[in-house]
């Protein structure tokens, strides 16, 4: 469904009510993109967690026409060479319905100014190597592929 020019695409900060279209979006995310089915249970406590801690990050998402449709997450990282944070961009999706209509540029317009005025250095992400539509809306937005590769190690005691 594409939006049209007369209804505008509102971005806002998650509130506790848009839960469960962040839980649903996860969710319908990791199975997309990953081929993944996630434990609804732990995925719900995980989302419930950016709202009830402080600091762990920020929903932000996007509305068209009264309905949720789109999301991310931001987290941060301190930069001590720039003396200066990061915005990190997780958990971006939106509803398959609403694509290639500008949702996703809208949320990441919106991020980036809100990190813009307040001083952010600038705004990361990572994403699957085989996501080749996700990279291209990226590169899309101005955003550089990265000359660093991802490194990582989950810990036997905390997988599934
Ligand atoms: C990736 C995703 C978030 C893009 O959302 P979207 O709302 O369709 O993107 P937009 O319509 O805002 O597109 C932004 C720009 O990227 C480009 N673009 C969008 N979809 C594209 C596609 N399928 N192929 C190539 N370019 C594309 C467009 O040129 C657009 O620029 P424009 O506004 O000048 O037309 C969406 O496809 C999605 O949720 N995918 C599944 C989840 C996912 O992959 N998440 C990312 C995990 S890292």
Do not use: C, P
């Amino acid at each position: 469904m594409a939006t049209d020019e007369n209804s505008k695409i509102i971005v806002r900060q998650a509130v506790l009510e848009d839960l469960d279209s962040i839980v649903r979006f996860n969710a319908a995310m990791a199975l997309e993109t990953e081929g993944k089915v996630l434990d609804q249970g732990k995925l719900r406590e995980g989302v419930a967690a950016v709202f009830q801690r402080h600091g762990l990050g920020d929903y932000y998402v996007a509305e068209f026409a009264g309905r949720v449709v789109g999301q991310l997450l931001i987290t941060t990282e301190w930069s001590d060479w720039r003396n200066s944070y990061y915005w990190w961009i997780q958990s971006v999706y939106v509803d398959a319905d609403y694509r290639r209509s500008g949702v996703y540029r809208a949320l990441h317009t919106f991020v980036a100014d809100e990190a813009e005025g307040k001083g952010v250095q600038g705004l990361k992400l990572y994403v699957d190597r085989d996501n080749k539509r996700a990279q291209s809306v990226y590169a899309d937005l101005k955003m550089n592929h990265s000359n660093y590769d991802l490194w990582e190690i989950d810990f036997e005691s905390a997988q599934d």
